[in-house]
């Protein structure tokens, strides 16, 4: 088992950088595949960036393709996710997840992991 914390987020303006940390505990981080997500009002948890256990390879979702960069560090036992260029859109918790599967996974029910989450508001 591992446990997770988010933190990182808080009000910014369209247009600016944040940058969430989530440190792991417990079990081996770096024998888990690791992803972000992020819940708005009223909308389901979508998927917004995963890693490999490795680091080697990520996806990200297409809303946010060139504007966030999820990376890990397994030395400090942290994934993160830069978020450049902001948007209000992008306001909502960020959840960071942790998924045993070997390969990078979109699915929130493959992670059974989850952090408390961090607020991003992104003001207009």
């Known amino acids: 088992q591992v446990q997770l914390l988010e933190s990182g987020g808080g009000l910014v303006q369209v247009g600016g950088s944040l940058r969430l940390s989530c440190a792991a505990f417990g079990r081996t981080f770096s024998s888990y595949t690791m992803g972000w997500f992020r819940q708005a009002p009223g909308k389901e948890r979508e998927f917004v960036a995963a890693?490999?256990?490795?680091?080697?390879?990520?996806n990200s979702a297409d809303s946010v393709k060139g504007r966030f960069t999820i990376s890990r560090d397994n030395a400090k036992n942290t994934v993160y996710l830069q978020m450049n260029s902001l948007k209000p859109e992008d306001t909502a918790v960020y959840y960071c997840a942790a998924s045993p599967r070997v390969t990078i996974t979109t699915s929130r029910y493959e992670y059974p992991y989850w952090g408390q989450g961090t607020q991003v508001t992104v003001s207009s």
């Open positions: 890693i490999s256990r490795s680091g080697g390879s990520s």
